[in-house]
């Protein structure tokens, strides 16, 4: 299905876009469709829904996804 | 929402008295604030700025899951965890962590706690600017 992914950091720097549009079933998949569009390194992490989430996370239909790169508040 | 929690993410300058105050509690005698703020140098290089970004939303749910961990890990009676976005310069605070407790111990380790886990689990990022270019911190 269509996924939204949205993009932060150097991601989205890098892409010079905030948002892509990916098909994928799990987070996983939509971090790996995502590379067709930008190189991400092994570091970055999924959050589904505002929500740190494992890579085998099944999709759901409005779900979006957001690629966080490290962190580095503080 | 929990009425002693509360979080923030802003562009304004941060204030270790906002959080003093928003944590005082007649029944804590102890309230530890941190401040983390913004260092000229940073492996080796020399600092002039920073620019903070954030997932605001994400980063505000993390923020009240690391309060309500820290109040119960250590029974605390009122947390506050602020943080900072856009550009700051050297010496002001980036973040603001308070934690109150009936007694010090309590205070100082649930603070402790708190900007600990702001740093490891807090969507935010930052862009460190040299004298000719900036660098994102973390990018691996």
Partial sequence: MKVKVRLFGFLAEEAGKREISVEAETAGDALEAAKSVISIPRSVRIAVNEEYAPSKRALRSGDVVSLIPPVAGG | ?140
């Avoid at chain 2, 959080?19 to 703020?37: E, L, M, S, Y």
């Avoid at chain 2, 600092?47 to 119960?72: D, H, P, T």
């Avoid at chain 2, 976005?85 to 934690?99: F, I, M, N, P, R």
């Avoid at chain 2, 205070?107 to 740093?119: M, N, P, Q, S, T």
């Fill in chain 2, 1 to 140: 929402m929990n009425a002693n929690t509360r979080v923030l993410i802003t562009r304004r300058p941060l204030s270790v008295e906002a959080a003093r105050r928003a944590v005082a509690r007649p029944d804590c005698g102890g309230i530890c604030v941190f401040a983390g703020t913004v260092r000229n140098r940073n492996e080796g290089r020399r600092v002039s700025k920073i620019r903070y970004s954030a997932f605001e939303s994400m980063a505000l749910r993390q923020f009240r899951a690391i309060a309500a961990e820290a109040r119960k890990k250590f029974g605390l009676r009122a947390v506050y965890i602020a943080h900072r976005v856009g550009l700051l310069k050297l010496g002001e605070a980036s973040v603001v962590c308070a934690a109150a407790s009936p007694h010090r111990a309590e205070a100082f380790a649930g603070c402790r706690r708190l900007i600990e886990r702001v740093k490891k689990l807090a969507p935010i990022w930052k862009e460190e600017f040299h004298g000719r270019g900036k660098t994102w911190v973390n990018r691996a």
